[in-house]
Each structure stands twice: as C-alpha cells, then as structure tokens.
C-alpha cells in the first residue's frame, strides 16, 4: 500500500510539459491520474513490478454478464500479465536501456548530429508509448516518471528547440 501511496503522490507532483502532452505516453499517464480510485489500485496492482510470477484475481476469466467495470478490469489485466511475460524474457541488455536512455542522451554533446536527432524523433514519435509499457513493468510507474522527466527536457531541446531544416529531414 506504501508503493501505491507514494505513486499517487509522484503522479500527482509530476509536470507534463504543454508542448508534449498529445504525445500517447504523457496521455497514458494523464489518463492514469484521472482514474477514479476504484480503478486506480487495480491498475497500479496489475502493472506493479514483480520479481516471481503472482497468479491473479481474475485469472478464471469468469466475468458476470453486463458488468462493464470488471469486464474491462478483466481485460486490462491479461493486458498487463501478457507485457509482464514480455518484460521477463527480456535481455538485461533491453532493461538497462530501457532504464538509462534519457541519461545517456542527456551526456550525449549539446549538438546532436542529423543521425542522433533522427533516432530520438523516431523513438519518441512510434516508440515512446512501447517504452512505456516495457519500462512500468520493469520498475513501476515511479521509475517511468524519472526517466521522463529526463526525456521531456531532451525533446524540449532536441525536438521543439531544433532548427525547421533538420525536423524536416525526419
């Protein structure tokens, strides 16, 4: 329950800035901070890191007819159990770069070369959203809002600061 309490309070102390949020990572964690708390706790629950396999509460699959709220609990739980799987039999290789991008980009030179800044537009335009998924799993919801903090100012200054001729390449 700590876990979850210090969650809420780094959810609800976490900044998005206006420039980024339409992007689908910043939505998923607004519309996380938008739940009612009924929803919240099985959300938090499901995405929760796990160092050994935990069976769950809904793993029958037994759902009562018209009960949209526990249908779509259901769902969003195999959701979540199916991207644990996936995050499991990742490589350490995977996880230590899901965990240490933005910082080694934030070391990177102050001036990106076409090649660096093309990479980080297309992680951040098609595969922000994956990160998160991979990286929530991994080490909770806490971890991912660091690591994005760190990656919001490198957009900021890689993606929104850049000159018109070097987005356009992209």
């Known amino acids: 329950m700590e876990d979850f309490s210090s969650t809420l309070e780094a959810t609800s ?6 420039d980024l949020a339409s992007v689908p990572a ?20 499901a995405l929760r890191p796990q160092a050994h396999p935990t069976p769950t509460l809904l793993e029958g699959h037994r759902i009562l007819p ?11 739980v195999i959701f979540a159990g199916e991207a ?6 990742a490589s350490d290789a995977f996880n230590y770069a899901c965990q240490n991008w933005a910082f080694h980009l934030a070391r990177a030179p102050n001036q990106w070369d076409n090649s660096l800044h093309h990479t980080f537009k297309v992680f ?11 990286q ?16 919001q100012q490198l957009a900021k200054e890689h993606l929104f600061q850049a000159p018109e001729s070097s987005l356009s390449r992209v």
């Open 13 to 18: 102390d976490w900044a998005i800035i206006s």
């Open 136 to 151: 929530w799993c991994l080490k909770g919801l806490q971890s991912c809002l660091g690591v994005l903090s760190k990656g």
């Open 84 to 89: 644990r799987e996936r995050r499991r039999s």
């Open 124 to 134: 951040w335009d098609r595969h922000l959203l994956s990160w998160l998924e991979a």
């Open 66 to 76: 018209d009960m949209e709220i526990i249908h779509a609990m259901t769902a969003f």
């Open 26 to 45: 910043f939505k998923v964690i607004q519309q996380f901070r938008s739940l009612p708390d009924f929803l919240m706790f099985p959300v938090f629950l």
